[in-house]
């Protein structure tokens, strides 16, 4: 059973770039959710998404973005980036149940300068 | 607003018993999880309490009381590997599985 993988492990980007990272979902899983975690802090939800639709977003602005693809891998994308984006960025797949544990990759960690 | 509060740092020696407590104020309430963080790794799931009581895992256990919006993790037979952050988050959306996290407990075991 291959677990949750991420790409890139590391980024480094320059503030007003955009930005994609990538995530592999477990196999049998279909839905994913992006969290953000600053250095010290606990991971704050971005969205979720449910056979390709989006169904529960945080509280990001609109530039934050994402896809989710039909064999269930998605992708984040963050436009005009600014110095505060700097974070760890984690994907968490788990089965469509709500109440199942999520299952994290190791994140992109991405440095805005 | 939300808050979740845990003490930001536990110390405890090898062999003892940690709890790590955990006050929740949210807009919402779907149950609540706790997740282990080791230095650089991934979040892994360790327990979630969607009712009141305590739930056991190994030398884990996990409790909730839903009337007192609290919630605490209870590590026994400590081991250094234990030594990670610990973090309770709670499901706050009906039909989505997202949850809000507090800023995490470091537990540090010394021998």
């Known amino acids: 059973e291959t677990g949750v993988t991420q790409s890139p492990t590391h980024l480094i980007k320059t503030r007003g770039q955009q930005v994609t990272l990538r995530c592999s979902s477990q196999?049998?899983?279909?839905?994913v959710s992006w969290y953000q975690q600053a250095l010290g802090q606990g991971p704050q939800f971005i969205f979720q998404?449910?056979?390709?639709?989006?169904?529960g977003r945080g509280n990001f602005p609109p530039r934050f973005s994402g896809l989710q693809f039909p064999n269930y891998s998605s992708e984040l994308n963050v436009n005009a980036l600014e110095l505060d984006d700097s974070a760890l960025y984690l994907c968490?797949?788990?089965?469509?149940?709500?109440?199942?544990?999520?299952?994290f990759g190791n994140g992109t960690r991405l440095t805005v300068t | 607003g939300q808050s979740l509060e845990q003490p930001s740092e536990v110390t405890a020696v090898e062999g003892a018993i940690v709890q790590i407590n955990c006050t929740y104020q949210?807009?919402?309430?779907?149950?609540l999880s706790w997740y282990q963080q080791h230095d650089g790794g991934a979040p892994t799931f360790l327990s979630y309490?969607?009712?009141?009581g305590l739930e056991e895992t190994g030398r884990f256990s996990s409790f909730l009381s839903r009337s007192d919006s609290y919630g605490y993790l209870l590590l026994q037979e400590l081991q250094m590997k234990d030594s990670a952050s610990y973090f309770c988050?709670?499901?706050?959306?009906?039909?989505?599985?997202?949850?809000?996290f507090g800023t995490g407990t470091r537990l540090t075991v010394i021998p």
């Open positions: 968490a797949s788990s089965p469509g149940t709500v109440n199942s544990p999520l299952h």
């Open positions: 196999s049998g899983h279909n839905t």
């Open positions: 998404y449910y056979r390709e639709e989006e169904n």
């Open positions: 949210t807009s919402g309430f779907y149950g």
């Open positions: 309490n969607a009712l009141d």
């Open positions: 988050a709670v499901r706050v959306q009906t039909g989505a599985n997202n949850l809000f």
